[in-house]
């Protein structure tokens, strides 16, 4: 996200939203539909299945049933087995600002077992996918200079703004995280369902929590990823998170042997490369591969290296990346900054990113109580403000930034190496839900995960026992003890040159 992790949130991400607070009332539930009136056979890239996708119509504005429509779009995967269970996962995806259909296929290989008895449904947020989209011109090609340059992301973002307003459906202060939630109640509605079972990760654990507590008694089960809750002031724990996981990976390659010997000055090179800045570097773009020139700032390199902290094995490179750049080279750094996410999951509308943002997180950023961090600093936060300056808000009810006590069994994840949403907020989370009945809220943290700990080994089972659990008191806890093992990756080591033929026969007959 001009700098991926701006508009990658979550792959990034992720995080904070909702808006025009309207109470459940509000919602004009249609009659339940059969199956062959609301879907039709279809099929989606990354999937070799035939699926089910559909349609329903819903107002811009929910205060106006009769005003604008938007068509928002969902997928269903039917259970293989014919006698299934009649209530649906549904997958809530992240971002704020990735299509939850384009998700699909990497989430129907992990809830393969889920799915052999429930329907799997992706119903893309409004903003996103194919639910009137809010997007923006796709930055992946964009020269280094002007991707990272704050300044141009800006005009970049405004341009975009006075583009979306012109759309039919471009009143930017209907697409928030309370009224997309109302669009999936009626989804549920039409297609019959009695009740959900959550699945969000990022800002999708936010979106869930919304849902939960618009429609409690139409969740059956919750599982949330990467805990992004309500309250949480994005661009200020941007600041707090990234740094710690900084100084986790920072201690991490102390502790680790091999990387100590390899990299024993690596806090001195990084803060020297800190140092250096702002200063003219020449390097090849990561994706076009054309030689580039242009001036790197403190904070496009801090951006540079805070997204691989969200995947452990990118992670694992930063220590030679660090040092490679350290001496000039920094086509590593910069590599690694453009591996996350990417592709066809990983973009985000960034019209809906900023409209979730700007109406949910930006109000409450000066009461936030997240410091700076010293790397960090004011980054995000000045980047935001200066964003959402003029981007239009929803109305944001008291009531969304509450937890009440969970009335359903809910599981929350947390990586302990998370960059953007580790387990200091899953915690908080975790006491507000189950402040009256603590058995129906447990908090896994998986010590060496980054963002995202669902698709991990064991984890996997762990999510199909919660679920297809009969009754809630088998639900929970769930023993989570095979994750607690998966190790931090070791530190990545550049190949290095391979020895002449003739040293290396030599070599060779010195061992025979």
């Not at 990735?98 to 992990?110: E, V």
């Not at 936010?206 to 805990?227: H, N, S, W």
Request: proline share 8%.
């Amino acid at each position: 996200m001009s700098d991926r992790h701006r508009t990658r949130l979550g792959a990034i991400a992720g995080i904070a939203l909702a808006g025009a607070q309207l109470g459940a009332s509000a919602i004009a539930a249609p009659a339940p539909l059969s199956s062959t009136e609301l879907t039709r056979p279809c099929r989606i890239e990354g999937v070799a299945n035939e699926l089910q996708c559909g349609s329903i119509k819903r107002p811009l504005n929910p205060a106006e049933a009769q005003g604008t429509q938007i068509d928002i779009h969902f997928v269903v995967v039917p259970a293989m087995a014919r006698n299934k269970q009649p209530d649906p996962v549904l997958v809530l995806a992240g971002g704020p600002g990735q299509s939850a259909i384009n998700i699909a296929p990497t989430m129907i290989s992990r809830l393969a077992r889920l799915n052999n008895r429930r329907d799997l449904v992706f119903i893309d947020q409004r903003g996103t996918g194919k639910s009137a989209p809010l997007q923006c011109a796709d930055e992946e090609q964009l020269p280094m200079a002007e991707g990272l340059d704050a300044n141009a992301q800006f005009q970049r973002l405004e341009r975009c703004r006075q583009d979306l307003s012109k759309l039919p459906y471009g009143d930017l202060r209907y697409f928030s995280t309370t009224v997309a939630m109302q669009d999936f109640e009626a989804v549920r509605v039409a297609l019959g369902a009695p009740a959900w079972n959550l699945i969000g990760g990022s800002y999708g654990t936010r979106a869930a929590l919304e849902y939960l507590r618009l429609f409690p008694a139409q969740v059956r089960r919750t599982v949330i990823d990467g805990v992004a809750p309500s309250d949480m002031a994005l661009p200020a724990s941007f600041s707090t998170d990234g740094q710690a996981a900084l100084e986790a990976s920072f201690k991490a390659c102390e502790k680790e042997p091999t990387c100590a010997s390899q990299f024993p000055q690596l806090r001195q090179q990084w803060a020297g490369l800190l140092q250096s800045l702002p200063r003219k570097i020449s390097v090849q773009h990561p994706l076009t591969g054309l030689p580039e020139s242009f001036t790197l700032s403190r904070e496009m390199l801090l951006r540079a290296v805070r997204l691989p902290l969200y995947a452990p094995p990118l992670a694992s490179a930063l220590p030679s990346a660090i040092a490679a750049a350290s001496q000039g080279r920094f086509e590593g750094l910069l590599g690694l900054s453009s591996a996350f996410g990417g592709g066809r999951a990983g973009k985000l509308a960034q019209g809906m990113h900023f409209s979730v943002v700007c109406a949910e997180d930006m109000p409450r950023l000066a009461d936030s109580k997240d410091a700076a961090g010293a790397d960090f600093g004011q980054d995000q936060a000045q980047f935001y403000t200066q964003a959402c300056k003029n981007w239009p808000r929803a109305s944001i009810a008291p009531d969304f930034y509450k937890l009440a006590p969970a009335p359903s069994p809910v599981l929350l994840l947390s990586g302990g190496a998370d960059p953007v949403t580790p387990p200091r907020h899953g915690e908080r989370v975790a006491k507000a839900l189950g402040a009256t009945q603590a058995q129906r809220v447990q908090h896994i943290v998986v010590p060496e995960a980054g963002h995202g700990v669902m698709g991990l080994g064991c984890m996997r089972d762990l999510l199909f026992r919660f679920i297809d659990a009969k009754s809630d008191a088998q639900a929970l806890p769930q023993d989570a003890s095979c994750a607690s093992k998966i190790p931090r990756p070791t530190v990545f080591l550049p190949p290095q040159p391979a020895a002449s033929t003739g040293a290396a026969n030599s070599s060779a007959k010195q061992g025979q």
